[in-house]
């Protein structure tokens, strides 16, 4: 992996390029500081800090994804932030599935619909949405 670690006031940016198991994969540029991204193709979907985001923020990040939030993601999007803001990690899958279906008047979720609507690696997926730095956990 070649990267460059970038440190902020409040976190820690990895830039680069991983070549892994499933092929090539950019790794997110967070943010383009001094020009460290150049020459570079990147996505920008984390944000600087945990308190930068806005809803506005996931809504960007999916539209340019081509997935549109409805009401059955924003009750995962804000559990997360919730367990982040507690814990400073995220939730595993289990956590998430067992805590949004104890909301009330929450919809009943279960594993195949956490991929139906975040896709083939909704923790991390949902993580992205949420302006969470990337969990470490395997989807």
Same mark, same amino acid.
């Given at each position: 992996?070649?990267?460059?670690?970038? @440190?902020?006031?409040?976190?820690?940016?990895?830039? *680069?390029? !991983?070549?892994?198991?499933? *092929?090539?994969?950019? %790794?997110?540029?967070?943010?383009?500081?001094? *020009?460290?991204?150049?020459?570079?193709?990147?996505?920008?979907?984390?944000?600087?800090?945990?308190?930068?985001?806005?809803?506005?923020?996931?809504?960007?990040?999916?539209?340019?994804?081509?997935?549109?939030?409805?009401? @059955?993601?924003? /009750?995962?999007?804000?559990?997360? @932030?919730? !367990? !982040?803001?507690?814990? &400073?990690?995220?939730?595993?899958?289990?956590?998430?599935? #067992? #805590?949004?279906?104890?909301?009330?008047?929450?919809?009943?979720?279960? %594993? &195949?619909?956490?991929?139906?609507?975040?896709?083939?690696? /909704? %923790? @991390?997926?949902?993580? &992205? !949405?949420?302006?969470?730095?990337?969990?470490?956990?395997?989807?």
């Amino acid at each position: 992996m070649e990267a460059t670690l970038i @440190r902020g006031e409040t976190d820690a940016f990895l830039l *680069g390029r !991983y070549d892994g198991f499933m *092929g090539e994969r950019q %790794v997110v540029c967070t943010t383009e500081i001094q *020009g460290t991204c150049n020459g570079m193709d990147h996505i920008s979907t984390h944000i600087e800090g945990f308190s930068d985001w806005t809803p506005n923020e996931a809504l960007a990040i999916a539209d340019a994804e081509g997935i549109m939030l409805g009401e @059955r993601h924003w /009750p995962v999007i804000n559990f997360m @932030r919730e !367990y !982040y803001s507690q814990h &400073r990690s995220c939730p595993m899958l289990k956590l998430i599935l #067992k #805590k949004v279906n104890q909301m009330p008047g929450g919809r009943a979720l279960d %594993v &195949r619909t956490m991929f139906s609507l975040f896709g083939a690696t /909704p %923790v @991390r997926t949902a993580a &992205r !949405y949420a302006g969470l730095p990337e969990p470490d956990s395997c989807i």
